[in-house]
């Protein structure tokens, strides 16, 4: 596959040389404060170790402090604002998230995450908008740069992995206990209360999308991608492993699909096979000459498996009866106020994210947010289809926007993940590149 944002441009083919353009077109550069943002972006997206009021992000911060700027810019150069084809279903969750906050039994609780829904709509709009500015070169570099922090954080995963003084030293900063018997590495995925493994995992299988559009050399890719889900195994994150394999499949079908070249999918499954038998060798030799690694990894992986899954049931059985017992199917118990309703008196939410808008938000935010997520795949397949029948299979890298969502919904079936910063940012990435069909080939 050698489709991919390049930093030289190469022809484009005739039907695609003269696309229509956007208003505000790809420029050939960025300005230096445009990518000083985006770096910083990128660069702070994994760091959840600073607690802010309202449960802010470092990065939320970093963010704000230029939406003003920049829209200021939008406004005066008359550039095109993308995501339009979003804004039916994000007004129907924030209109189902409006009335059902009315009617909570927390109204100020449900306050908290609407304006947090506000916020990441803003940022998406503005990311794509952004993006799709960027010269083939400035892109090219934001893609690297997410690849570059995926991989620096898989590193700091795996280290707290092998060697606990790590994880001790990552949560002392956030100012939290480490004593655990068997703890789960996540990184600086740390909340005021605990790691949080599971979203570290997710932001870890999403840097497979950046990766896949680098476009490294096969080697350097390949070896990326063994590291990349060797980070995502450390976490003992049993759904993301299982999304992970669930979007492989998925991209493995889409380029049968769309490209009739035996040899060429020979060679993609082979290269997957060899990825996994090196992956699956490393960590047997590791594990097998330390008992304890041993121990930890069974401890995290299968030794919960029960636990997590009983758990899972439990918390979605006291979701249906909320619903049933206040009676807001239309309506919904309000954003974040099933913990208040909960009878069990557990401040857990409810990882299903189909299940909490339904409970939370009613049959209006489940339609809003269904409806979101058939346009987001409907747009990944149409990116896919608009570049991935091009001679000697160019633009069949694009398959990685249909099969992380895939994984993503996969994902949603056990956690929510509507709020995770990185999926907005890959949702972004994937506009603009629609936007600018021209400078992605």
Same mark, same amino acid.
């Given at each position: 596959m050698s489709y991919a944002v390049r930093a030289t441009r190469p022809s484009s083919p005739p039907e695609l040389s003269n696309a229509p353009r956007a208003r505000g077109a790809a420029t050939a550069s960025a300005s230096p404060a445009v990518m000083l943002w985006l770096y910083g972006m990128m660069a702070f997206l994994?760091?959840?170790?600073?607690?802010?009021? #309202?449960?802010?992000?470092?990065?939320?911060?970093?963010?704000?402090?230029?939406?003003?700027?920049?829209?200021? #810019?939008?406004?005066s150069s008359g550039r095109a604002i993308l995501g339009k084809a979003y804004m039916l279903p994000l007004f129907l969750i924030l209109i189902a998230s409006g009335v059902s906050a009315y009617a909570a039994p927390n109204p100020y609780g449900a306050i908290i995450p609407i304006l947090k829904e506000i916020f990441l709509f803003v940022w998406f709009v503005t990311l794509a908008t952004v993006l799709a500015t960027l010269g083939p070169k400035s892109l090219r570099a934001f893609i690297v740069l997410w690849v570059a922090v995926a991989v620096g954080h898989g590193l700091l995963i795996i280290m707290q992995f092998l060697l606990p003084d790590i994880w001790k030293l990552t949560t002392g900063w956030a100012g939290q206990s480490s004593a655990y018997a068997h703890y789960r590495p996540s990184g600086l995925f740390i909340s005021a209360k605990a790691g949080d493994a599971n979203k570290a995992a997710v932001f870890q299988l999403l840097g497979f999308v950046p990766l896949v559009l680098a476009q490294l050399s096969r080697q350097k890719s390949l070896l990326l991608a063994t590291f990349l889900l060797c980070s995502i195994l450390a976490t003992g994150s049993m759904g993301v492993t299982s999304a992970f394999t669930v979007g492989v499949t998925a991209s493995i079908v889409a380029v049968m699909l769309l490209d009739r070249n035996a040899a060429f999918i020979r060679k993609v499954i082979v290269q997957v096979a060899v990825a996994a038998l090196l992956l699956a060798g490393v960590f047997s030799f590791v594990i097998s000459r330390n008992q304890e690694y041993r121990e930890h990894f069974q401890s995290i992986i299968t030794g919960r498996a029960e636990k997590s899954s009983g758990g899972r049931f439990h918390l979605w059985s006291r979701g249906v009866d909320a619903l049933v017992e206040h009676r807001v199917l239309l309506w919904g118990v309000g954003p974040e106020n099933f913990r208040v309703v909960d009878p069990s008196g557990n401040d857990n939410q409810l990882h299903n994210d189909l299940l909490a808008f339904t409970v939370e938000r009613g049959m209006v935010g489940v339609a809003g947010l269904v409806l979101l997520a058939v346009i987001v795949l409907a747009r990944a397949v149409r990116l896919l289809l608009t570049h991935g029948t091009l001679p000697k299979g160019r633009g069949l890298t694009l398959v990685v926007f249909p099969a992380a969502l895939m994984?993503?919904?996969?994902? #949603?079936?056990?956690?929510?993940?509507?709020?995770?910063?990185?999926?907005?940012?890959?949702?972004?990435?994937?506009?603009?590149?629609? #936007?600018?069909?021209?400078?992605?080939?």
């Open positions: 994994p760091v959840k170790i600073f607690h802010f009021p #309202s449960n802010l992000e470092l990065v939320d911060l970093w963010v704000l402090a230029a939406l003003p700027i920049l829209w200021l #810019s939008f406004l994984a993503i919904l996969f994902v #949603s079936i056990t956690h929510q993940i509507f709020h995770t910063r990185s999926l907005w940012i890959l949702l972004a990435l994937q506009e603009a590149m629609i #936007s600018q069909p021209g400078d992605v080939t």
